[in-house]
């Protein structure tokens, strides 16, 4: 009887790595192929590049161009850097028994006015709506025998978050920003429609501005990632 039993628990361990193996697997490479960043990525590198001045108002395409400070622009909250964007991720490591894992606690995307420049032409990129990834260049970290910096604790502050737990010990945590700096490449896929600059109040050489906003599935994407700026 006992000879029985164990092939009987072999048999169902076999079954059972049979079966949750590949779920798991199928699991982690559907979340991987719709998580923001791929979506994003796709969706630019499948879309018809357009030189700006070739767009015809109404059209769907791709522009890509340098980032130009021609409106309001931003300083990114933890590099101080001043952008026209930036994304700010704060993830806070927490224990599980013997292992742990990344919580993000803290995520933040502002925009400001997002003109871009290929050369000839110029495109305003709508604030609203947009489905974006900017790469994250800078990042920090606190935690055991590491103090969050001044600004580290006061963009925590901000958002009702402390880098010390009720003990006052410190919580391991990262943080990671990207930006868009001033002639930085970037990639923007929507619907184009011809304005000019005096209506969207920003400064360039000239006064024809397109602008750039959501299709008619109503998506705008973005991103300053080098796989998706290439324009052959």
């Given at each position: ?38 979506v994003v990525k796709r969706a630019l590198r499948n879309a018809p ?184």
């Open positions: 009887m006992l000879p029985f039993l164990i092939v009987l628990r072999s048999d169902v361990g076999l079954i059972v790595a049979v079966i949750v193996i590949p779920l798991v697997i199928a699991g982690l490479v559907l979340a991987w192929y719709f998580s923001k960043k791929q590049h357009r030189r700006i001045n070739e767009f015809v108002t109404g059209e769907n395409g791709k522009v890509v161009g340098k980032v130009i400070f021609a409106g309001e622009t931003l300083q990114a909250p933890l590099s101080k850097r001043k952008c026209a964007a930036y994304h700010v991720v704060v993830q806070e490591y927490r224990q599980h028994g013997k292992s742990g894992s990344w919580h993000t606690i803290i995520e933040e995307e502002k925009r400001g006015d997002l003109v871009l420049h290929d050369g000839i032409g110029y495109a305003f990129i709508e604030p609203h709506n947009i489905q974006s990834f900017l790469v994250q260049d800078a990042s920090f970290s606190s935690g055991t025998f590491n103090d969050a910096s001044h600004e580290l604790e006061g963009y925590l502050a901000q958002h009702g978050r402390k880098s010390t737990g009720l003990l006052g010990f410190n919580k391991s945590i990262r943080y990671r920003e990207g930006v868009l700096e001033e002639n930085e490449i970037v990639a923007a896929v929507g619907c184009g429609t011809w304005s000019t600059a005096r209506q969207k109040n920003v400064r360039i050489s000239g006064d024809r501005l397109l602008v750039i906003g959501v299709n008619e599935k109503g998506k705008l994407y973005l991103s300053d990632d080098p796989d998706v700026v290439k324009t052959e």
